[in-house]
């Protein structure tokens, strides 16, 4: 991964030399830095660079870093956040996926120390062999600025992943914010809310304009804190049984609950109506009506059933 002086990934060496570092407090700013290394947004990695300086701060505020702790940030872009969270953290390990930014990167986080940067794929990592990067750090939080179309397979690569963090605090598009937050009952409730719930306590942390980027995306974005449960705050037998019974509950979302589980879950009604009466949960009701609480429920209901699939 290289060392710890300035930017360092094999590829970003000699950072230190005669380079004064930038502090992009201003829009124009960041627009002379990107036009002198000749930088071009891609629209297809979804590229749009936070200049709100309130808002950075709040970002930074919300990860609770004390001056041990280490951050793993995704997508740096052009560091305007990382140069804050280095004044804050021991150290920053940065995966940025557009290797065209290196010089930018270069410029901006020239003197400063603590910032590693390495460009690859954060889906594609080994995140296990990155976090040996913070093996002298009391904890680590994740800051991310997340290109909208991979929100959910990010999230769900850092929370399978096992690796630990106190805290992660995402930049995520207001309506994948809402159905992180959203209790049971609504129409943004669903199977990503039930899967990220089990894992993590989530909260929305600020609302952030589109002018608060450049250039401006289409959505409104919102900011969202996600702190892991040392344990799920339910139990169940089996976290496949679970998460299968939330898949088919919500995959036909007009249909009742024995109709989406016996479709979804490959069974016979009586089966699935077994189930469901075990676990004391009314057929007629629909997915987005369960807790997390019934669903774990009906899942450790539902395992005796397996045998009935065939």
Same mark, same amino acid.
């Not at 769900?156 to 630990?164: A, C, E, I, R, T």
């Not at 037998?237 to 998460?243: A, M, N």
């Not at 069974?267 to 109506?273: F, H, P, Q």
């Given at each position: 991964?290289?060392?710890?002086?300035?930017?360092?990934?094999?590829?970003?060496?000699? $950072?230190?030399?005669? $380079?004064?570092?930038?502090?992009?407090?201003?829009?124009?700013?960041?627009?002379?830095?990107?036009?002198?290394?000749?930088?071009?947004?891609?629209?297809?990695?979804?590229?749009?660079?936070?200049?709100?300086?309130?808002?950075?701060?709040?970002?930074?505020?919300?990860?609770?870093?004390?001056?041990?702790?280490?951050?793993?940030?995704?997508?740096?872009?052009?560091?305007? $956040?990382? &140069? &804050?969270? @280095?004044?804050?953290?021991?150290?920053?390990?940065?995966?940025?996926?557009? =290797?065209?930014?290196? %010089?930018?990167?270069?410029?901006? /986080?020239?003197?400063?120390?603590?910032?590693?940067?390495?460009?690859?794929?954060?889906?594609?990592?080994?995140?296990?062999?990155?976090?040996?990067?913070?093996?002298?750090?009391?904890?680590?939080?994740?800051?991310?600025? /997340?290109?909208?179309?991979?929100?959910? %397979?990010?999230?769900?690569?850092?929370?399978?992943?096992?690796?630990?963090?106190?805290?992660?605090?995402?930049?995520?598009?207001?309506?994948?914010?809402?159905?992180?937050?959203?209790?049971?009952?609504?129409?943004?409730?669903?199977?990503?809310?039930? @899967?990220?719930?089990? *894992?993590?306590?989530?909260?929305?942390?600020?609302?952030?304009? *589109?002018?608060?980027?450049?250039? !401006?995306?289409?959505?409104?974005?919102?900011?969202?804190?996600? &702190?892991?449960?040392?344990?799920?705050?339910?139990?169940?037998?089996?976290?496949?049984?679970?998460?299968?019974?939330?898949?088919?509950?919500?995959?036909?979302?007009?249909?009742? /609950?024995?109709?989406?589980?016996?479709?979804?879950? =490959?069974?016979?009604?009586?089966?699935?109506?077994?189930?469901?009466?075990?676990?004391?949960?009314?057929?007629? *009701?629909?997915?987005?009506?369960?807790?997390?609480?019934?669903?774990?429920?009906? !899942?450790?209901?539902?395992?005796?059933? &397996?045998?009935?699939?065939?």
């Amino acid at each position: 991964m290289g060392g710890t002086d300035g930017v360092t990934d094999g590829v970003m060496d000699g $950072v230190m030399d005669g $380079v004064m570092g930038v502090d992009l407090q201003q829009p124009r700013q960041l627009q002379q830095v990107l036009h002198r290394h000749d930088f071009h947004f891609k629209k297809k990695l979804g590229q749009n660079f936070l200049i709100n300086s309130g808002v950075l701060d709040a970002i930074v505020a919300a990860a609770g870093l004390i001056a041990t702790d280490g951050v793993f940030e995704i997508g740096p872009g052009a560091g305007t $956040v990382t &140069r &804050r969270l @280095a004044q804050r953290a021991k150290k920053v390990l940065a995966v940025e996926k557009d =290797g065209s930014l290196q %010089p930018v990167l270069q410029e901006v /986080l020239a003197g400063v120390s603590n910032v590693q940067v390495h460009f690859g794929d954060v889906l594609e990592e080994d995140l296990a062999g990155m976090w040996r990067t913070f093996s002298d750090c009391t904890g680590v939080a994740i800051v991310a600025n /997340l290109p909208y179309y991979v929100t959910t %397979p990010i999230l769900f690569h850092l929370l399978d992943s096992g690796v630990p963090f106190h805290t992660a605090v995402v930049m995520v598009q207001k309506e994948v914010a809402d159905r992180l937050t959203a209790p049971p009952g609504g129409k943004e409730y669903g199977a990503l809310t039930v @899967a990220v719930q089990y *894992r993590a306590r989530v909260e929305k942390v600020l609302q952030v304009s *589109r002018g608060s980027f450049t250039p !401006a995306p289409n959505v409104e974005s919102t900011v969202v804190r996600l &702190r892991p449960y040392p344990t799920p705050p339910v139990s169940v037998k089996d976290e496949q049984v679970l998460f299968a019974v939330v898949r088919a509950a919500f995959a036909t979302r007009r249909k009742t /609950l024995l109709n989406s589980l016996a479709v979804g879950m =490959g069974v016979k009604k009586e089966d699935a109506a077994k189930a469901l009466a075990t676990a004391c949960i009314q057929s007629q *009701r629909r997915g987005e009506t369960l807790s997390l609480e019934e669903f774990a429920v009906l !899942a450790n209901a539902w395992e005796p059933q &397996r045998a009935t699939r065939d």
